[in-house]
């Protein structure tokens, strides 16, 4: 999500503790979390990594479990000490917690392939190259929370998720040629979910809306829309409407400019024959 070291951490202790409360509650409930889950609407993958402190719990989920399991508010009170880890900034914990309630999240990347698309490959060749270098253990931490939170394509099944991804951030041919073959293999696996939509940004485009950079924008349960942009080791969160409307207008000329899902997967499809 940024390019800080803390932008996918390890659980921290408030993690911890909420999830171990959590646990408590769902037990003295008599529920397994299999029995559990659908109660709250959530998967069971989802309850385990709350309960392992490794998912920043959304704040309906909390809601829904302080309901079901008649948790005196024990629940809502521990979950605004809740954060993913000491020193990250709040901006990007607020981003977090919304990303996972979100029912749009629009995505426009001219760097990288965003996260929720990359194969373990992938990552593990951006976190290798990491400057200042990650240390082993820090870059297993990275891979899990990254395969962590690219469950929400999966779990989130009525969420609309939209990518547009420059073409040449495809044919860069991060990590060799296999790694490659295998990205666009699971791209095109990815997007043949219906709630799923890639589209690419040819290379023969010399202009286009997003040359300020990558946005990001999503749409809360409650209608509310948020942004997010990234710099080196820093990152915005943004709640203004009338930048909110600016990136709205940038990401609806963007997805004019881009090719169709179709024909971005015929392009990926070749690409991909090539190599």
């Known amino acids: 999500m940024t390019n800080s070291t803390t932008n996918e951490p390890e ?20 529920l397994t979390q299999e029995e559990f889950a659908p109660l709250v609407r959530y998967q069971p993958s989802t309850v385990a990594s ?19 399991l008649d ?5 809502r009170a521990a979950a605004k000490y809740a954060t993913r880890q000491p020193g990250l900034a709040s901006w990007f914990r607020k981003w977090a ?13 001219n760097r990288l392939v965003p996260g929720l698309l990359q194969t373990e490959e992938y990552s593990r060749t951006l976190f290798n190259e990491r400057v200042p270098v990650l240390t ?12 962590e939170r690219q469950r929400l394509l999966a779990e989130r ?8 991804v420059e073409e040449h951030v495809i044919r860069r041919g991060t990590g060799g040629t296999q790694v490659t073959r295998e990205l666009i293999d699971h791209i095109l696996t990815v997007t043949e979910l219906r709630n799923v939509e890639l589209q ?4 023969a485009r010399s202009v286009h809306a997003g040359l300020d950079g990558p946005i990001r924008l999503l749409e809360t349960p409650e209608n509310e829309w948020f942004g997010y942009c990234e710099g080196q080791r820093n990152g915005q969160f943004i709640a203004d409407p009338e930048t909110i409307s600016v990136l709205h207008m940038r990401y609806a000329k963007l997805r ?8 971005s997967r015929s392009l990926m499809e070749r690409t991909r024959g090539a190599l």
């Open 157 to 164: 099944p009525n969420t609309v998720f939209n990518f547009i």
């Open 200 to 203: 690419l940004m040819p290379m």
């Open 136 to 147: 082993d253990s820090q870059i297993e931490a990275q891979l899990a929370a990254r395969a």
């Open 71 to 75: 948790a005196f508010g024990v629940l």
């Open 256 to 263: 004019s400019q881009a090719l169709t899902p179709d024909d």
């Open 50 to 68: 709350i309960e392992q402190g490794r998912r920043l719990p959304p704040r309906v989920y909390v809601e829904r479990a302080e309901e079901v």
């Open 97 to 109: 917690d919304l990303e996972e309630q979100a029912i749009s999240l629009y995505t426009f990347e």
């Open 11 to 30: 659980p921290s202790d408030s993690l911890k503790t909420f999830g171990l409360v959590h646990k408590a509650f769902r037990k003295r409930a008599g």
